[in-house]
């Protein structure tokens, strides 16, 4: 069983940056494989970021590659994701999620056992 908590969220300019942040409870949160994914209001919620377990491989939606940075800290217990030059349409809320068992679908929500609640994004222009 893991507990996810997600924290950074809030309303920022057009341009500026935020890092969100993820802690897991478990002794096996070493061995996920854990993802951001984001809901925008009135559409599904789709994938942003994944990182392996060592944090050695990481996965990135097109629309965020090259300025969302997702990365852990295994002795921490957290994971990361690091927003830069945000824009109105990554207004969202931003939940955090791990997978147990991988299979190599990352992508996919139907992947991830575990979700955390949730937190606000909103990027204003």
């Known amino acids: 069983q893991a507990q996810l908590v997600e924290s950074g969220g809030g309303l920022v300019q057009a341009g500026g940056s935020l890092r969100l942040s993820c802690a897991a409870s478990g002794r096996a949160f070493s061995y996920y494989f854990m993802g951001w994914f984001r809901r925008a209001p009135g559409k599904d919620r789709e994938f942003v970021a994944a990182i392996n377990w060592r944090g050695s491989s990481t996965y990135e939606s097109d629309s965020v590659k090259g300025r969302f940075t997702i990365s852990r800290d295994n002795a921490k217990n957290t994971v990361y994701l690091e927003m830069n030059n945000l824009k109105p349409e990554d207004t969202a809320v931003y939940y955090c999620?791990?997978?147990?068992?991988?299979?190599?679908?990352?992508?996919?929500?139907?992947?991830?056992?575990?979700w955390g609640s949730g937190t606000q994004v909103t990027v204003s222009s």
């Open positions: 999620a791990a997978d147990s068992s991988p299979t190599g679908r990352w992508y996919s929500e139907h992947e991830y056992n575990y």
